[in-house]
């Protein structure tokens, strides 16, 4: 059996308030959380008068629905029980208590609170927590706003309020007070935690990057598709410069990203390759008699006679490095020969020495020739020949000049 009044009957009926509510509580409150308790209120009483929504009802929005239960929560009329759908319990009215009452001063912050973190709400025991970083460390306002947006962009939303009084805590000890000073920290925060900053410790460089090199780094992760552990890989093949900066590294950068090469794992494999090839590159020097570190471009322009199936061994080029010990321009000599060797189809270690005894001969040929010729009795000049060391310095290419 279902009885009850009709929706037009409910509406003449009557609802009772407690005098304590006009004498205690509605003198601090603002008007639109008078109407949602009085509302409420009615619903309670009348249950089917819950069918159309209160915010509705009332022509409000649903987060001023919210706030204003958030501040009766506060005032220990009503008890949120749950968010999603919100659900409320509205409480017996008592004498206000002096620890439960919300001061008069902090009405405007309450809103600014709730608006702030919905839809989220605190309950008592956690607004009187929020209270405590105002009254016991201090802390403006305003800063406890950018203190509680703070805390919930680094853990979220349903960051803990024991968390939030840490930071409290820490902001004070260390005498941020004042909004200025927290947003400040904040952007000093944000600065830490860019990569940029990750780049310049990599480098041992104390110091904050500058709005360019943010800007700079920025673009290779939107632009590119770097990310920060592709990025940082990079880094170590700066640190033989004498100043690495961040002009370098998007030169590096780019020549990857040109080759498909933006994840962290083929930088890496790159980098091993890169090394190898310098490593390469010394051994060949030292054959040379060169005391002088291989220069990147030099890497690079020997690394090509490597490339490919065609490319020579590297038993090959170091019996070429061996060849070029007494040239005036032992690395122009080097690329000189190996180029030979590379029309040529010279691959093997048995043809390259005989190619380098066929050079030889050729060499011997002509200074013999030369020490025959006699002079030039017309000129009285002594008629000059090719030697060598002056077949060396032809062969040089123009990365030699």
């Known amino acids: ?43 309670c009483r009348f249950p089917s008068m819950g069918d159309v929504a209160l915010s509705e009802a009332l022509n409000l929005p649903e987060g001023a629905v919210r706030a204003a239960f958030v501040y009766w929560q506060s005032k220990g009329l009503v008890r949120i029980l749950k968010d999603e759908p919100l659900e409320v319990e509205y409480l017996t009215v008592e004498q206000p208590a002096v620890t439960t009452a919300v001061p ?51 853990k979220g939303r349903n960051v803990r309020i024991q968390y939030i009084l840490t930071v409290a805590k820490s902001w004070a000890d260390a005498g941020i007070v004042t909004y200025e000073q927290a947003r400040e920290y904040i952007a000093n925060a944000t600065v830490r935690k860019h990569g940029a900053t990750a780049v310049l410790r990599r480098w041992n460089k104390r110091r904050s990057p500058t709005l360019d090199e943010m800007a700079l780094y920025d673009s290779w992760v939107r632009e590119w598709g770097f990310d920060d552990e592709a990025i940082l890989a990079v880094c170590p093949r700066l640190t033989n410069t004498s100043s690495p900066s961040f002009e370098a590294l998007g030169d590096r950068l780019r020549e990857l990203y040109e080759q498909n090469k933006v994840k962290a794992e083929d ?34 322009q020997l690394a090509v006679f490597l490339e490919g199936p065609e490319g020579l061994s590297r038993e090959v080029v170091l019996l070429a490095a061996e060849e070029c010990a007494d040239a005036e321009r032992p690395f122009g000599k080097l690329k000189a020969i190996l180029k030979d060797w590379t029309e040529r189809k010279v691959r093997t270690v048995a043809e390259a020495t005989k190619a380098l005894q066929q050079r030889q001969a050729q060499f011997a040929q002509a200074d013999g020739h030369r020490r025959t010729r006699g002079k030039n009795t017309l000129l009285n000049y002594a008629e000059q020949g090719v030697s060598h060391a002056n077949l060396d310095d032809i062969a040089l290419d123009l990365d030699e000049l």
Not at 109 to 118: P, V, Y
Not at 140 to 153: G, I, P, W, Y
Not at 282 to 293: I, W
């Open 1 to 43: 059996m279902n009885i009850h009044f009709s929706p037009e009957a409910q509406k003449r009926e009557q609802t009772p308030v407690d005098n304590l509510f006009f004498s205690e509580y509605m003198p601090d409150a603002d008007g639109e959380a008078v109407k949602v308790y009085l509302y409420g209120l009615m619903q």
């Open 104 to 154: 008069v001063k902090y009405r405007s912050f309450i809103r600014a609170l709730n608006e702030l973190i919905a839809p989220r709400r605190f309950n008592m025991n956690e607004l009187g927590h929020i209270y405590d970083c105002i009254e016991t460390f201090r802390l403006e306002e305003k800063t406890v706003l950018e203190l509680v947006s703070h805390c919930m962009e680094e």
């Open 267 to 300: 930088i890496r494999a790159d980098s091993d390759s890169v090394s190898d090839e310098k490593e390469f590159a010394r051994m060949v020097f030292a054959r040379m008699g060169k005391v002088s570190t291989p220069t990147r471009d030099e890497i690079r």
